[in-house]
């Protein structure tokens, strides 16, 4: 009876829960020998008149079966490709729940911290921060310093230079040998007054050992103004040392130094303990700027004085950390960086 084959065929379509269990339903029907097959090839042996009725009662079978089959078939497919989809969905949550996997997070480099560092006590203390070019001139990191060519203070900081046609007014490129060329440029930019330190890097064309790397990071002081002395540089900088390194017993000394840039010139030294015995290592050099730099920046010194300081921050950090070897802090070995 085609009804009931029908009904039959139908319930059977709707159980398979699979593409294939389909694909076989559609066989036993629709197959070579499947029973809506047999069914049509018994037409063949039947009168005209039989074969008319017959016919569309085969017919009307056949497209309710497809019909069937077609919506179940693409339900299934949909059904098929959203479970795959969803075995396939990306566990961003494993990290954190599997413990043999942990998240490498970066953190902020020791000397970054030191300088963010520096940069928040200055602040406290009155100063803005100020930076300046890692590629400077002649001019900037000599000439205006009171280091004209051929002075032998030239020498003092040996100078990578970059290879550029020299300039008529100033002079060579090179990568600055310290941040002191900036006080030209703030003197230039702002006038007087000025309180300000500028953090930056420098570079020496040097040979390497535990206390002296070719890169390294210097903070800048500068302050100028009407009747200032050596008294309120010596002040700024205790006071910054002690805030700086807490309330470890310090051990500093001040002695006289020589930069062309500053009259009378000092340097700092602070005690640096290797295991059982200690050193003094140099700190900063400083002093009250020169006549003649305050002329290159377009000051009268008759009116205003300013005394200057620069810090070597990649020393400070050695001492601060208890760091042996100047070097590692420019490793990026992370077996010394995870210290920190
Ligand atoms: C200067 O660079 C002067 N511009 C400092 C200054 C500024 C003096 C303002 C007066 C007024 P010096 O070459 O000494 O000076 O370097 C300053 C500090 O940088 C040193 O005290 C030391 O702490 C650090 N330093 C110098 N050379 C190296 C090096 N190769 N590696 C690491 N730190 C160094």
Do not use: C
């Amino acid at each position: 009876m085609p009804g009931n084959l029908l009904q039959q065929a139908l319930e059977e379509i709707q159980k398979a829960d699979t593409t294939t269990a389909l694909k076989d339903v559609e066989v036993k029907y629709m197959g070579r020998s499947g029973q809506i097959t047999e069914l049509l090839k018994t037409l063949k042996d039947l009168s005209p008149e039989e074969k008319r009725s017959k016919g569309q009662e085969i017919q009307t079978l056949k497209t309710g079966f497809t019909e069937a089959y077609s919506t179940r078939e693409r339900y299934l497919q949909k059904a098929e490709i959203d479970a795959k989809l969803k075995a396939e969905f990306f566990d961003i949550t494993l990290n954190e729940i599997n413990p043999t996997r942990s998240l490498q997070a970066g953190t902020i480099h020791p000397l970054s911290r030191m300088q963010r560092e520096v940069e928040q006590l200055f602040a406290e203390m009155g100063f803005q921060i100020a930076d300046g070019p890692e590629v400077e001139s002649e001019y900037y990191n000599f000439e205006a310093l009171n280091i004209p060519s051929h002075h032998p203070a030239r020498d003092m900081q040996d100078t990578f230079f970059l290879d550029h046609p020299k300039d008529e007014k100033h002079g060579h490129l090179l990568l600055r040998t310290h941040t002191s060329p900036v006080q030209i440029r703030m003197m230039e930019k702002h006038g007087a007054p000025l309180r300000i330190i500028i953090p930056g890097r420098v570079f020496r064309y040097e040979a390497t050992d535990a206390t002296h790397d070719s890169t390294f990071n210097q903070i800048e002081g500068l302050f100028i103004d009407k009747g200032i002395g050596l008294a309120q540089l010596k002040g700024v900088m205790n006071e910054f040392l002690q805030r700086f390194f807490g309330e470890s017993d310090i051990k500093v000394r001040f002695r006289p130094g020589y930069f062309p840039f500053v009259e009378p010139g000092i340097e700092m030294d602070m005690l640096w303990k290797r295991g059982n015995h200690s050193k003094w290592l140099e700190v900063v050099g400083a002093g009250m700027i020169h006549p003649n730099v305050l002329k290159a920046g377009g000051l009268d010194p008759d009116q205003y004085q300013g005394w200057a300081f620069g810090f070597g921050l990649t020393r400070m950090a050695m001492l601060k950390y208890g760091i042996d070897d100047i070097r590692h802090l420019h490793s990026n070995d992370l077996r010394f960086l995870n210290q920190f």
